[in-house]
C-alpha cells in the first residue's frame, strides 16, 4: 500500500467514524484531528469523491524528492 493510499484510507475512516458515533467532534478527538481539517476532508469527499481525499502538490508532482531532484538541487547552487 502507498503512502497515497494509506492517507486517504485515513481520511476516509476519520469520516466513517463520525457517521457511526454520529459526532464529528469526539472523531475528531479519537483521531487528533481539528474538526475544521474533519469538515475540509469532508467536503473534498463530497465534491470530489476519493480523487478529492489525495494529496497534491501545486506542480502536479507527487512532493518527494528524489536522488536526481537533489542532485539538481546541489548543482544549481554550485558556482561554476
Given at each position: 500500500?502507498?503512502?497515497?493510499?494509506?492517507?486517504?484510507?485515513?481520511?476516509?475512516?476519520?469520516?466513517?467514524?463520525?457517521?457511526?458515533?454520529?459526532?464529528?467532534?469526539?472523531?475528531?478527538?479519537?483521531?487528533?484531528?481539528?474538526?475544521q481539517?474533519?469538515?475540509?476532508?469532508?467536503?473534498?469527499?463530497?465534491?470530489?469523491?476519493?480523487?478529492?481525499?489525495?494529496?497534491?502538490?501545486?506542480?502536479?508532482?507527487s512532493?518527494?524528492?528524489?536522488?536526481?531532484?537533489?542532485?539538481?538541487?546541489?548543482?544549481s547552487?554550485?558556482?561554476?
Amino acid at each position: 500500500m502507498t503512502t497515497q493510499e494509506k492517507l486517504v484510507n485515513r481520511k476516509l475512516s476519520i469520516i466513517e467514524l463520525a457517521e457511526f458515533l454520529k459526532n464529528v467532534s469526539q472523531a475528531c478527538r479519537i483521531n487528533g484531528v481539528s474538526r475544521q481539517h474533519f469538515y475540509d476532508i469532508k467536503k473534498a469527499y463530497n465534491e470530489h469523491g476519493i480523487e478529492g481525499l489525495k494529496e497534491k502538490s501545486e506542480d502536479g508532482d507527487s512532493g518527494n524528492f528524489g536522488f536526481n531532484d537533489i542532485n539538481k538541487l546541489q548543482m544549481s547552487k554550485t558556482p561554476i
